[in-house]
């Protein structure tokens, strides 16, 4: 019989071959015409799920494509094992069944190693200021890892062609790219197809600039003060409620005016993110 440790690290390589996949690429200069114009390297991704809730749903696969500066591309795809059942309509989107990731690690394993790999870099992706970036967020919070993703800049490569054509991913791509995305909903081919997609984009719209300042706010709807987008910042910076029957007047007013709205979103199933900005909101108003 092999000693105890042995056997756990082969276990462990095993359990990383079965679940990570790494490469190193170079840009094909054919295929894409451009080379994005960057001060910090841009990472895109994209999340496979239990579901779609941002609150209570769980990541079961993250790829994401880093770009450097000097156009140098780092890929990494791995499998989480979200400590949970996987609904098998999910299962049919994406092909991710709970056996798949039986073996594979925690996010909370998993998070101190995928917040280094971001650190420093800007976000991309399609639909991901609405979904992946809020649900990514709320993993790192359960995770107990302290991101401050704020820094950041967000290119949602979704609301710029909904900007400029107004429609899926695989519509993007064929629009765009004038190829078949095949290995649609598998994170990897997704998060590929999203890059080709925002290059494509460049090439096509003139007045569309290579920055990623810009394109961050160009693919924002709203200043959002909380990823799932329940605050909301006005031009001077003020904090807006953005849902329900209050939407629309500052957080200060709704908290001086109703002394228990705060209560209620705290012990409702609402995203840790927003609880938290709503806190620190609240906590800055007590200094006063």
């Not at 925690?106 to 399609?126: H, R, S, V």
């Not at 810009?214 to 807006?240: H, M, Q, T, W």
């Not at 409620?241 to 957080?251: D, L, P, Q, T």
Request: net charge neutral.
């Amino acid at each position: 019989m092999l000693p105890i440790r042995f056997e756990s690290e082969v276990f462990f390589l095993k359990r990383r071959s079965l679940c990570f996949k790494k490469e190193h690429l170079t840009t094909d200069k054919k295929e894409n015409k451009m080379q994005l114009n960057l001060k910090n390297p841009l990472v895109f991704f994209d999340l496979e799920t239990t579901g779609i809730d941002i609150v209570n749903d769980r990541i079961v696969e993250i790829s994401y494509l880093k770009i450097y500066p000097n156009g140098k591309e780092e890929s990494k795809t791995m499998r989480i094992n979200p400590e949970r059942h996987i609904p098998e309509a999910s299962t049919e989107i994406h092909g991710i069944s709970d056996a798949d990731v039986s073996g594979c690690p925690t996010f909370k394993e998993e998070a101190k190693n995928i917040a280094n790999d971001i650190e420093g870099c800007d976000l991309a992706g399609y639909n991901s200021n609405r979904f992946d970036i809020p649900l990514l967020a709320e993993e790192f919070i359960r995770a107990g890892i302290d991101i401050d993703m704020k820094k950041r800049k967000f290119v949602d490569v979704q609301t710029i062609f909904h900007k400029m054509e107004q429609r899926t991913l695989s519509a993007a791509y064929k629009f765009y790219c004038k190829k078949d995305l095949v290995g649609a909903h598998g994170a990897a081919a997704d998060t590929k197809a999203t890059y080709e997609v925002l290059m494509a984009q460049l090439d096509m719209y003139p007045d569309l600039k290579n920055d990623i300042e810009y394109l961050s706010a160009f693919s924002s709807f709203n200043k959002n003060a909380d990823f799932a987008g329940r605050i909301v910042y006005d031009d001077n910076g003020v904090e807006y409620i953005n849902f329900g029957k209050y939407k629309g007047k500052k957080v200060t007013d709704v908290f001086k005016e109703d002394q228990g709205y705060y209560g209620w979103i705290m012990q409702s199933n609402f995203a840790l993110d927003t609880k938290r900005v709503l806190t620190n909101i609240r906590l800055r108003e007590m200094k006063k």
